[in-house]
């Protein structure tokens, strides 16, 4: 499973969410937000207005969302 996280810096939510997923055993890929202003308005384009963005295989979603991340974590051990 593919799992992107965009953030930015001095973002407790985007530390949280990281924490979390590697809580859970979960690997993904960090993308800074701050250098990159074309993400920033594709992201801002698709209706997502705070960080992080966290990408995966079969959501998307904004804010630190435990919920959403148990969710991922579940889906992974069945197709681990």
Known sequence: MSITV???THCP??????RQLTK????FDQVD?????ELV???I??????TPIVVTD???WSGYRPD???KVAATAKVYA
Do not use: S, V
């Not at 937000?33 to 202003?37: G, H, S």
């Open 24 to 27: 859970q055993g979960l690997d």
């Open 6 to 8: 965009y953030t930015k």
């Open 33 to 37: 937000l701050t250098a990159n202003q």
């Open 13 to 18: 939510q985007c530390d949280a969410t990281k």
């Open 58 to 60: 079969e959501d998307t």
């Open 68 to 70: 959403m991340i148990k």
């Open 41 to 43: 308005d594709q992201f």
């Open 45 to 50: 384009a698709k209706g997502f207005k705070q």
